[in-house]
């Protein structure tokens, strides 16, 4: 039987209809925007909230908003005529939909069907977790489908590398396919059994390292990776699945995809119709190898609703802090003859910006380590030269936004060469609060005060801001308050197990983190107007809070829920509870 509200809509049509008809056979002039406005209210759904924080300069602070079916915003307002008992039965404070502006999807999804070994302190304690796994897992293991796991760090097995025996957990586990990946992604440590499959001896390879048997490390994981059984399409889109449904219960709406293989993005454009596609993804094209031009494995593309997008491009220059990959000027501080590893020469890093640029494409830089940074911001400055040479590289970046993945540590010198090109860096908080208790260690004091983790130096550059996820929790509110407090959003502790927050001087505000998780990755993603901002024209992305993000206390942030999430118009979550009540 046809609902209230439809009975309601029919007959307003048959009203509006009337009245067109009397002013066409009477030729009485009823004014036109009468006509518009009452036809057009016909087809929006209007939602009204305790407050809505809108980020746009035409009206920071509203109560309502109208929602097309075109999923954008069609009319942002305050509700001036409501009358004041119907504004007190509203619930809920609205801020627009997060965009995370660094995550890994698929690999967030696989995680999520893997063993999660973060936090495992101890070699003890990861075997334990695999043999958990392994027991509602059968069929992990095989030559078909490896064991899976991510989080393990040589830092807790007493600062020694972890060997392939180390995985033959006990009877059951010595002929298992067992692959699994540091916390920063950027080193595998594999089982005997997939040592089996690899050429003797091991090749070298350039920017990769084997540091211990059974560990590679940067480039070098390509050895294995050639051996490992992809994930059929199926699992692949239930990673897919699984991974947006878990963002939407953070309240992301968005995601910037760094590193996506032409065989995913094909995936992708089939998925991307789908009713579980419940997040806006702008992608960044990775060549099946690394370092490459590839401009004709995939074409630029965006779906007309704006939930897929690839117009960008991911080039690596070095690994992570953590496994001493990080390509660094001067050598580690515990670590006196290495000074890193580059992924990728200075010439080739240039000469693959420029082709990129000049074929069309945004090219995001991996870069770590203060030497990474360097070449990336001396690639990005030739490629500008060339690309306008009659303007100022500020005004040809704002053109094609070059960004720097991650800007972990860069020199001071390089700091002022970015704020004078306007270079994006795209900053993960939680890295400076998860890498706090070591990085001193690798760099020394004076590196790491002037150089490690900057966040309000680089403020003018308007950073956007990630998780890198599933290398770090992807909870927006954690990365709010790693930011404002320079502090772990697990224990809400620093460096030194106090509350002052490591090198505090770098903290941001709310409001500026707020808009490095919305409106600064639109702009990365050519996004602006559209993305991150609640407005007329604008996608109709947003999420319900209990309470104002601004008014909650320090601690509260780091454990702030989402009560609904809302994509193009669609609730695609709504939290459990007798919180979830909001304008049904």
């Known amino acids: 039987m046809p609902s209230i509200t439809s009975f309601f809509r029919i007959g307003s049509v048959l009203v509006v209809l009337a009245a067109i008809a009397y002013q066409i056979v009477l030729k009485v002039d009823l004014p036109e925007p009468f006509v518009v406005k009452v036809i057009k209210q016909l087809f929006l759904d209007t939602r009204c909230y305790v407050s809505v924080t809108t980020l746009s300069s035409k009206l920071p602070n509203a109560e309502c908003i109208s929602i097309g079916r075109d999923g954008r915003f069609k009319k942002v307002f305050l509700d001036e005529t409501s009358y004041p008992y119907v504004k007190q039965q509203r619930k809920g404070h609205v801020i627009p939909g997060f965009w995370d502006g660094h995550g890994h999807l698929l690999q967030y999804g696989e995680l999520m069907n893997s063993a999660n070994l973060f936090g495992a302190k101890s070699m003890k304690e990861v075997k334990e977790r695999l043999v958990e796994y392994k027991a509602s897992n059968e069929e992990a293991g095989t030559s078909k489908q490896w064991l899976r796991g991510i989080g393990w760090d040589q830092a807790n097995f007493g600062g020694k590398w972890p060997v392939a025996s180390d995985l033959e957990v006990d009877s059951k586990f010595k002929d298992l396919h067992v692959m699994l990946d540091r916390v920063d992604v950027h080193c595998i440590w594999v089982s005997e059994k997939v040592l089996s ?174 030497l990474a940074n360097r070449l990336a911001i001396d690639a990005f400055a030739s490629a500008l030269d060339t690309l306008c040479p009659e303007l100022p590289r500020l005004e040809c970046q704002a053109k094609y936004r070059f960004r720097i993945e991650h800007a972990q540590i860069i020199h001071s010198d390089d700091q002022r060469r970015m704020m004078g090109m306007g270079i994006i860096p795209s900053i993960q908080p939680t890295h400076a609060t998860s890498d706090m208790p070591y990085a001193e260690t690798r760099l020394g004091k004076s590196r790491t005060a002037s150089e490690a983790y900057r966040m309000r130096s680089l403020l003018p550059l308007n950073p956007i801001l990630g998780s890198d996820f599933p290398v770090e929790p992807a909870n927006i509110f954690e990365g709010i308050y790693a930011a404002v407090t320079r502090r772990s959003p697990h224990t809400g502790l620093d460096a030194d197990g106090g509350t ?85």
């Open 500 to 584: 002052k927050g490591w090198y505090s001087e770098e903290t941001i505000t709310v409001e500026d983190a707020l808009e490095g998780f919305t409106i600064n990755p639109a702009y990365g993603a050519f996004l602006e107007g559209k993305a991150g901002v609640i407005q007329e024209g604008a996608y109709a992305d947003w999420l319900v809070l209990a309470e104002p993000l601004e008014s909650m206390g320090i601690e509260s942030l780091r454990k702030a829920t989402v009560l609904e999430t809302w994509v193009a118009g669609k609730r695609v979550y709504s939290r459990p509870g007798p919180l979830n009540f909001y304008n049904k």
């Open 197 to 370: 499959l690899l050429p003797s001896p091991l090749p070298k390879i350039p920017g990769g390292e084997i540091p211990a048997k059974g560990v590679f490390c940067d480039n070098a994981i390509d050895i294995v990776t050639k051996y490992y059984p992809q994930p059929s399409r199926e699992r692949k889109a239930q990673f897919i699945k699984d991974a947006m449904f878990d963002l939407n219960k953070l309240g992301i709406v968005g995601v910037h995809d760094a590193g996506v293989f032409p065989e995913e993005l094909k995936l992708y454009q089939e998925l991307v119709g789908e009713k579980d596609w419940s997040v806006r993804v702008n992608a960044m094209l990775e060549c099946e190898t690394r370092n490459t031009f590839c401009p004709d494995d995939v074409s630029q593309f965006s779906t007309p609703d704006g939930m897929l997008q690839m117009r960008s491009v991911k080039l690596f220059a070095d690994g992570a802090l953590g496994s001493w990959g990080s390509a660094m000027i001067e050598p580690y501080n515990d670590h006196k003859d290495s000074s890193g590893s580059l992924l990728v020469n200075a010439t080739t890093l240039s000469k693959l910006t420029k082709d990129w640029a000049t074929a069309g494409y945004q090219v995001n830089i991996h870069a770590i380590g203060d």
